[in-house]
């Protein structure tokens, strides 16, 4: 799972949450996995990002250091935080791990990439 993925990832169906967001990361094993730079595709994407999330997910993966708390403005004139945050969004790929909901406690797991975000009959 990308961590561009996990931003917009959300446990709101979940019965009686309501709004199950950001949902808690936790990351037993990454990959880098290299993929070509392209500013503008961040720069779009960038607004559609709760940063608070975003930053969260910096700091699961221990890239707080290349990732500021507060997101600055006219963070596209910055070529290399977009760099940083193309690595991030882009190229840390979660292969195993959890999503917990804020709310219920609710954990996803994440297996082979794949975050499982199914509920039971009794959830929905």
Not at 19 to 36: M, Q, R
Not at 60 to 70: F, G, H, M, R, Y
């Amino acid at each position: 799972m990308k961590l561009s993925t996990y931003n917009f990832l959300t446990s709101m169906a979940i019965k009686g949450v309501k709004v199950g967001f950001p949902l808690k990361l936790t990351i037993s094993k990454k990959e880098v996995v290299e993929s070509e730079f392209n500013p503008t595709f961040v720069e779009r994407i960038l607004p559609k990002l709760d940063w608070s999330a975003v930053y969260g997910a910096a700091q699961v993966a221990e890239l707080t250091d290349d990732i500021p708390a507060v997101q600055p403005e006219n963070i596209g004139e910055n070529e290399l935080l977009m760099q940083k945050l193309h690595h991030l969004l882009f190229e840390i790929d979660v292969l195993e791990g959890q999503l917990e909901c804020p709310e219920t406690g609710r954990v996803f797991p994440i297996t082979d990439g794949i975050p499982n975000m199914l509920l039971n009959e009794d959830e929905v």
